[in-house]
C-alpha cells in the first residue's frame, strides 16, 4: 500500500509525466492492490480482476501527462478504475441482452480457489444486491478515502456522498449475513 | 461490525492474489506497446465504416456504369433518328 507522504506523491506524478518509467512502476506498485480491491468490489468477480486493473493502469501510463493536479493522483486514478469498471459491467450487460444465454449461463461460478471464506463469500452476497455505484462508494470508505476525496472520485457534492453512503451501507447491512449466524 | 471488517479484508486480499508478479512491467510494455493503436471499443465501428464505405463505392460505381450506358445508347438513338432526318432531308 502506497503510504507516502502527498508532497512525495505529488514529486513521483511529476516524474512519471516526464517520461520516467521507474516513477510510473512505482506508482503502479504502489497502488496495484488498492486497485485490485476496489475492482474486485465493484464487480464482484475475482476473474475479471487483473484483466480490468491493467486496462486501469495503461489508461494510467497514458494519460497521466494530461493531469493538471498530481496532489490530486489517487482521485484520479480510482475515478478511472471506477469509469473502467463501470464501463465492464454496460458490455457484460449488452452482451447477456444480444447473446442468447442458456439458464446455466446465467450465473458463471466463480474459478475454483476463487472464493476460500465463508466472510467474503458473505459479503460477495451482499455486495451483489448493491447498486455498482454505491459498491464504488463503499469500496471507497473501504480504502480510508474521506467523504470530500469520494466526492472528488465520483464527481458529486460531499452531502450526496453522505446520503449515498448511508443508503449503501444500509442495504449492505440488510443482505450481509455474518456465518456464524447462519 | 468486526466480522465485515474482516470480509472486506479477505477480498482485498483475495483481489491482490488475482495480480500475477511482473504486472508493472506488462502494463507499462502494453501501454507503449499500445500507444497509437485505435481503443478496443473502436474496432467494430471502424469496421462498420469501412463496411459502409464499400458499400457507397459500388452503389456509385453501379450508377455511374448504368448511366454511361444508357447515355451511349440514347446517343446512338440520336444518331440514327439525326440520319434518318439527313436522308429524308436529301430525298425531298
Known amino acids: 500500500m502506497d503510504q507516502s507522504p502527498p508532497t512525495a506523491l505529488g514529486e513521483r506524478v511529476r516524474r512519471a509525466q516526464r517520461g520516467d518509467d521507474d516513477a510510473l512502476r512505482e506508482l503502479i506498485v504502489g497502488y496495484q492492490h488498492r486497485v485490485a480491491g476496489f475492482v474486485f468490489a465493484m464487480t464482484n468477480r475475482s476473474d475479471v480482476v487483473e484483466d480490468l486493473c491493467q486496462q486501469v493502469f495503461i489508461k494510467m501510463v497514458r494519460a497521466i501527462e494530461r493531469l493538471q493536479a498530481p496532489e490530486q493522483f489517487e482521485s484520479w486514478l480510482f475515478r478511472l478504475a471506477r469509469n473502467t469498471c463501470i464501463d465492464h459491467l454496460r458490455r457484460m450487460k449488452l452482451r447477456r441482452i444480444f447473446t442468447p444465454f442458456a439458464p446455466e449461463h446465467e450465473n458463471v461460478p466463480e474459478p475454483d480457489g476463487a472464493v476460500d471464506s465463508e466472510e467474503l463469500d458473505a459479503l460477495r452476497h451482499a455486495l451483489a444486491q448493491v447498486r455498482p455505484q454505491d459498491r464504488a462508494l463503499l469500496a471507497l470508505v473501504q480504502e480510508g478515502r474521506s467523504h470530500a476525496e469520494i466526492a472528488v472520485t465520483l464527481g458529486t457534492s460531499v452531502a450526496a456522498v453522505k446520503a449515498r453512503l448511508h443508503r449503501a451501507r444500509e442495504q449492505l447491512r440488510q443482505h450481509y449475513q455474518p456465518p456464524h449466524e447462519n | ?92
Open chain 2, 1 to 92: 461490525m468486526k466480522t465485515e471488517s474482516l470480509a472486506w479484508a479477505r477480498l482485498q486480499q483475495q483481489a491482490a492474489a488475482q495480480l500475477h508478479p511482473g504486472f508493472a512491467d506488462r502494463v507499462i510494455r502494453a501501454a507503449r506497446a499500445g500507444a497509437g493503436v485505435a481503443p478496443q471499443f473502436l474496432r467494430p465501428f471502424a469496421v462498420c465504416a469501412a463496411m459502409a464505405t464499400l458499400g457507397l463505392l459500388a452503389v456509385s460505381f453501379y450508377r455511374v456504369r448504368a448511366s454511361t450506358e444508357e447515355n451511349a445508347r440514347n446517343l446512338a438513338g440520336w444518331q440514327e433518328i439525326a440520319a434518318q432526318a439527313d436522308e429524308l432531308d436529301q430525298t425531298l
